[in-house]
Nanobody
Framework: QVQLVESGGGLVQPGGSLRLSCAAS????????MGWYRQAPGKQRELVAS???????NYVDSVKGRFTISRDNAKNTVYLQMNSLKPEDTAVYYC?????????WGQGTQVTVSS
């Protein structure tokens, strides 16, 4: 089992920034991919960004140039730096750990972008 603990969500004005963190613990085996997903009310969960063990990064088009994903392998932690936030970024953000057929999810952290 892998446990994921997220932090860093909150309320921010349009144009503002937030940094999400997700720390993994438990039965962690390398290599693994970590990612951030989000789900807005009435919408399907979507991939926001992912980073592989080899630091191959993928972003959804809507966040390119605004969000940056990074990882600290020594701490088994992934980060999501979110800049120039827009109201449409409002959602619950979930951390994901993926290795082979195993997928684990964090509990989610709310990000609200509103004036």
């Amino acid at each position: 089992q892998v446990q994921l603990v997220e932090s860093g969500g909150g309320l921010v004005q349009p144009g503002g920034s937030l940094r999400l963190s997700c720390a993994a613990s438990g039965s962690i085996f390398t290599p693994y991919t970590m990612g951030w997903y989000r789900q807005a009310p009435g919408k399907q969960r979507e991939l926001v960004a992912s980073i592989t063990a080899g630091a191959i990064i993928n972003y959804v088009d809507s966040v390119k140039g605004r969000f940056t994903i990074s990882r600290d392998n020594a701490k088994n932690t992934v980060y999501l730096q979110m800049n120039s936030l827009k109201p449409e970024d409002t959602a619950v953000y979930y951390c994901n750990y993926a290795r082979s057929t195993n997928n684990y999810w964090g509990q989610g952290t709310q990000v609200t972008v509103s004036s």
